[in-house]
């Protein structure tokens, strides 16, 4: 079983920033692929960035350019920076971790809201 941590959202005026951080139990951390994924109110939730063991990246489109996920492995966290936010962008973002056998754990959510 792995437990994951969020924190880090609160409220923020548009063009604004914020970081998210995701604190993972369990002795093999470096070997999950991580992911950010957020619901909006009234919504599904929707992926939002994800990075491999390797460190590979990858983003949906509202995220590119504006947000970036990291790992540390040594704290067995990872980050997603969020900047320029905009109102869209208002939503519980959960972290998400995925094993080596494809077990997928989820976060409580970190609540980020964007308004002016």
């Known amino acids: 079983q792995v437990r994951l941590v969020e924190s880090g959202g609160g409220f923020v005026q548009p063009g604004g920033s914020l970081r998210l951080s995701c604190a993972a139990s369990?002795?093999?951390?470096?070997?999950?692929?991580m992911a950010w994924y957020r619901q909006a109110p009234g919504k599904e939730r929707d992926l939002v960035a994800s990075?491999?063991?390797?460190?590979?990246?990858e983003y949906t489109e509202s995220a590119k350019g504006r947000f970036t996920i990291s790992r540390v492995n040594a704290e067995k966290t990872v980050y997603l920076y969020l900047n320029n936010l905009k109102p869209e962008d208002t939503a519980v973002y959960y972290c998400?971790?995925?094993?080596?056998?494809?077990?997928?754990?989820w976060g409580q959510g970190t609540r980020v809201t964007v308004s002016s």
């Open positions: 990075i491999t063991s390797g460190g590979t990246t």
């Open positions: 998400n971790a995925k094993d080596p056998w494809a077990t997928v754990f």
């Open positions: 369990g002795s093999i951390f470096k070997l999950y692929t």
